[in-house]
């Protein structure tokens, strides 16, 4: 019984020693305030990761969807050289715009926030300035491998966020979300949203509500789990429904699967937490085996080994991805807002 009631003490302990030692990037320092309004860079263009392959027709580029990315410091920069080319040509495929906001120019693109978590938002919100009707981050540390799935069929003109969060069945992580990857619409909410959390994510102290599932504390007093990660989930507490409503909960094995849980024919394989040569070496067996113009994976190769998935009975990714849309149904955790729900001015306070 007293191992049990320390569990949640040993968890936390974990979980702030994987965001100080396993983080993918560096920690700029604060210089400025992050009350900056993010705004097209000047010389910001489509990288030069842009290569055309045979996965990657000449799509013509529309203003329906935007990838970006941020890769920087030497850990992340050794990753980005063999995930990078595989964002944009997945854009390239399906006429997405890609951008890796890195590659800009400091002096056009001050990273102002305490912590490099945070530089997501502003890269979104700069692209919203370009136009795009939504835009997705995805952390340096993760491949596209089935590129017949379109991320605009994981869209919901409903929401305003498309968020991964782990199941129901998992009791550790039920409806945390992994931030490695979203979504967000181009709409007067979000902007609105992503402003607030910037404001929030400088402020040097925030609400202590009581642990999410029993031992994540999504605020540590002067800052929050896993940066930007508890943050988001800082906010569905001190919100609730004025944020959730307009957040649109769907499983990791949409756009966010994680190794070893995901499935042949998944969109996306993420790498969190993991030292770089293990993301090199897991990346290079992958992208060995896996047919990225189908998500086929063929498992005659010596290297399927070391990069099989946790799903022996190799379930068809849409099949799983359909019944936990089901599942998240039955629990409630979608529900559009109502009379009296979604209020962005609250988005105006602390």
């Known amino acids: 019984m007293q191992l049990r009631r320390l569990m949640p003490l040993v968890l936390s302990i974990v979980a702030l020693l994987v965001l100080l030692n396993l983080s993918l990037y560096s920690i700029p320092s604060d210089e400025a305030s992050a009350n900056h309004k993010p705004s097209l860079p000047a010389n910001i ?14 799509v013509k580029q529309s203003k329906k969807l935007a990838i970006v990315t941020f890769a920087t410091g ?5 990753v980005g050289k063999m995930t990078l ?3 944009a040509d997945y854009a390239s495929h399906h006429g997405y ?14 990273t102002d926030t305490h912590s490099i978590y945070f530089t997501k938002f502003k890269s979104i919100l700069a692209t919203f300035d370009m136009g795009y009707e939504w835009v997705m981050w995805s952390d340096a540390d993760a491949v ?10 994981f869209v919901d003109p409903a929401y305003d966020v498309i968020l991964p969060v782990a199941e129901p069945s998992n ?20 902007r609105k949203y992503l402003a607030y959390l910037l404001r929030i994510s400088a402020a040097p102290t925030c609400k202590v509500y009581p642990p999410v599932n029993g031992w994540i504390p999504a605020c540590l007093g002067g800052g929050f789990w896993l940066g930007d990660q508890g943050l988001i989930l800082w906010s569905h507490q001190h919100l ?3 944020v959730t409503c307009h957040t649109k909960f769907i499983s990791f094995n949409h756009f966010n699967s994680e190794f ?24 290079e067996a992958l992208l060995k085996v896996v047919d990225l113009k189908t998500g086929k994976m063929d498992r005659s190769l010596k290297e399927f080994e070391a990069i099989a998935m946790d799903n022996p009975d190799h379930t068809d990714s849409t099949a799983i991805r359909k019944t936990l849309e089901i599942v998240f149904e039955k629990e409630g955790w979608n529900r559009a807002c109502g009379p009296g729900e979604g209020d962005e001015r609250v988005l105006e306070d602390k």
């Open 45 to 58: 263009q489509p990288t030069k990761d842009t290569t055309t392959t045979a996965t990657s027709p000449l």
């Open 74 to 78: 030497k850990d992340a920069e050794t």
């Open 85 to 87: 080319p595989n964002k």
């Open 97 to 110: 715009g890609y951008y890796n906001f890195a590659a800009v120019k400091p002096d056009d693109w001050p």
């Open 144 to 153: 596209f491998m089935n590129f017949s799935t379109p991320l605009l069929d």
């Open 171 to 190: 009791e550790q992580f039920r409806k945390v979300p992994n931030t490695g990857h979203f979504i967000l619409k181009n709409s007067a909410w979000s």
């Open 240 to 242: 609730q429904r004025h």
């Open 260 to 283: 070893p849980w995901y499935h042949e024919g998944d969109l996306v394989l993420h790498l969190p937490g993991r030292a770089t040569l293990d993301r090199l070496q897991l990346f």
